[in-house]
């Protein structure tokens, strides 16, 4: 059951801090990259989180493509391209 009270550090953080911090955390971090960039749950809550970072700075056509993306993610229309330093290599016909 949720406290009645908020806590000390939600009452020093705005909302846009708050989802900024929330935005921060599910960032796929450059060590992670690799191992987490097809992850189809995680690349959806990281653009959701940065919707919300968008939608609580008044720009909705930002938030819009980033929640377009998260449900992308969600219902696999969506799919990574390869990493441009890993991904195929084409040779010349040469």
Do not use: F
């Amino acid at each position: 059951m949720n406290s009645p009270h908020p806590s000390a550090a939600r009452q020093t953080l705005s909302e846009l801090e708050l989802a900024q911090q929330l935005a921060s955390q599910l960032a796929i971090k450059p060590n992670d990259w690799h191992r987490l960039n097809r992850n189809r749950k995680v690349r959806a809550q990281e653009q959701a989180a940065a919707a919300l970072v968008y939608l609580l700075k008044d720009q909705p056509n930002e938030a819009l493509s980033r929640l377009q993306q998260a449900v992308g993610w969600l219902d696999q229309s969506l799919t990574a391209p390869p990493c441009p330093s890993h991904g195929e290599k084409r040779t010349s016909a040469n």
